[in-house]
């Protein structure tokens, strides 16, 4: 890619920023913002945008996941153009935004996955859920697991409620960035054991009502467990602020 002359650079910048616009190379060595689309943040105009382009869009909340998909069953004259084609058993299916479609005559129908299908990139927003020590993603009533032989996520049975440890959402303005190229399955490991460090020091547990401690020491406990998922990150090579 070209760069700007150094020169020309600084006074296209200072133009441009006088008229109140950023160029996209401006900001191209500032630390990125590596965390993801949050999935377990609370409905917001993204979200109400997904509800108006599914129409009867349903609202998936399990999870603290809180996104919109259309809902099972439902039919349409076409899919997006960057939908990923998955065969599997003589059936080809369609995969965009975390939905899944197959051909219904010169339609496609809404439908979910079967159980056994692979697929090599997960939905673009999920939530990682922790099952007996091992990393499941959940989106939209479908949970998948890594597997490590195809290099690819297996659309797997869902598990028990009793075995999941779905993590909160992240807390408010903890933004973290992996400095080391941690891949993603290091970083849903990394914060799990972060996240069961912190309440071992602090003894409040988010996933747990009121945190499992007084409500006179919510708040406190709260900011303990804050500050030792933050320092527990930073040791492990993430810029947490």
Not at 11 to 30: E, F, H, K, V
Not at 111 to 122: D, E, F, K, Y
Not at 156 to 172: G, I, K, Q, W
Request: with cysteine; charged share 25%; aromatic share 12%.
């Amino acid at each position: 890619m070209l760069k700007p002359h150094p020169s020309l650079a600084g006074l296209a910048l200072a133009i441009l920023m006088a008229a109140g616009i950023s160029p996209a190379w401006a900001d191209r060595d500032r630390e990125p913002d590596f965390r993801r689309p949050n999935p377990s943040a609370q409905p917001d105009r993204r979200h109400e945008q997904d509800r108006r382009d599914y129409g009867r869009g349903e609202l998936d909340s399990r999870y603290f996941h809180n996104r919109y998909y259309p809902p099972r069953g439902m039919t349409v004259d076409s899919i997006p153009h960057n939908h990923v084609v998955v065969p599997y058993r003589d059936t080809r299916y369609y995969f965009h935004g975390g939905v899944w479609y197959r051909p219904s005559g010169p339609r496609f129908v809404v439908v979910a996955p079967p159980i056994g299908l692979s697929i090599s990139l997960l939905p673009p927003y999920y939530t990682t859920l922790w099952v007996g020590g091992a990393p499941y993603y959940y989106a939209d009533g479908v949970y998948y697991a890594w597997r490590p032989a195809d290099r690819s996520y297996v659309v797997v049975d869902p598990p028990r409620d009793a075995d999941v440890v779905a993590l909160p959402p992240e807390p408010e303005q903890l933004f973290i960035y992996p400095r080391q190229g941690q891949n993603e399955q290091q970083q849903a490991k990394d914060r799990y054991e972060c996240h069961r460090w912190a309440v071992d020091q602090t003894d409040f547990d988010p996933t747990q009502a009121g945190g499992g401690v007084p409500p006179s020491e919510t708040a406190g406990k709260r900011a303990d467990y804050q500050r030792a998922t933050k320092a527990c990150l930073e040791a492990r090579g993430y810029s947490a602020r």
